[in-house]
């Protein structure tokens, strides 16, 4: 499983905590020099310290930013693409489940802010620099919960998804779920289309489920469904067993040439029929260009 990854600069979010946190530390491990992108401080000190343990010689660097805010997205991914000449693996895998709808300042709903957009906007700020440094790679941390999914260009802020309280979506873990869900497709469709836009280019995109992990994920979603999880993730994957597949697709080089493709465990698979919608695909970057205010 573990490549030589000596000299390879990675940008990856979400590591300081669950399977971004064990990959990180794992690619660190065969000698990549890791960029995190966190939030909060005092989580940020202790991974990147975890980091130096890992690897004492490499200059591991963080940035911190609110993923979930637009103008923290561009600023963050300006940053990096400035100070960094090279980039050879961006993960993007920074993500949360809110049991209740929240609206961010931009006015976005968060789920979709947090785990689609900041995909979005975090790539498009640095793949000129993943394009110079090819063969490069994009690796976008999806989730089996896009199956029940089904995206509403109406309502991509979920406005409506969560009136009427639970109803029908209860089946599906409630409301929150049914938005993280979509999160999780758009996740799927925004991977394809960016392979397909980078096509000849030397970058690949991929993304995919790491399975059911027990991490603080959902954690302070809420309520029920913070239990529900919590009484779940006893008969959960380890973050070890959970990080396989991100590490897998940031370093395989059994996948140097392979984009566009879904994994879990390792393998390609098929996702749902929406997740496989190349039109649906289109019409997803350009209306999260438009609501970044970027050129599609
Ligand atoms: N666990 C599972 O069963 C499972 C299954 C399928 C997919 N996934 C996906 O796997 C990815 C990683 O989740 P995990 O299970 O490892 O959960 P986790 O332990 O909760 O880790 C989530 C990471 O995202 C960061 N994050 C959350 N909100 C952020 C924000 N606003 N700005 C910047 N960073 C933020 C967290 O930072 P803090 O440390 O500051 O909180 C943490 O580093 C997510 O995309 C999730 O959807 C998880």
Known sequence: MNQDMQGK??????ATSGIGQVAAESLAGTGARIIQVARDRQRGDVAIQRLHSCAPYA???????????LSEMKRVASEIAAAEPRIDVLINNAGALFGSRQVTEDGLERTFALNHLSYFVVT????????????????????????????????????????????????YGGPGFKVYGRSKLCNILFTRELARRVQGTGVTANCLHPGFVAT???????????FGL??????????????????????????AGVS????????PITPSREA??????????????????IAS
């Open 124 to 171: 498009h700020g640095l793949l000129d620099r993943l394009k110079a440094s090819a063969p490069s790679r994009v690796v976008n941390t999806a989730s089996d919960a896009h199956e029940s999914a089904k995206l509403d260009f109406d309502d991509l802020q979920s406005e409506n998804a969560y009136r009427g309280g639970f109803g029908k979506s209860l089946r």
């Open 9 to 14: 600069v990675i940008v990856i979010t979400g």
């Open 260 to 267: 566009g493709e879904y994994f879990y465990k390792c393998r």
């Open 59 to 69: 200059r591991h660097t963080i940035y911190y930013a609110d993923l979930s805010r």
């Open 230 to 255: 919590a009484v779940g993730k006893r008969f959960a994957l380890s973050p070890q067993k959970g990080a396989e597949t991100l590490i897998y697709l940031a370093s395989s080089p059994e996948v």
């Open 216 to 226: 603080r994920f959902g954690d302070r979603s809420g309520g029920f469904m913070s």
């Open 276 to 293: 496989q919608d190349d039109a649906a695909a289109q019409r997803l970057w350009v209306e999260s260009a438009k609501i970044a205010g």
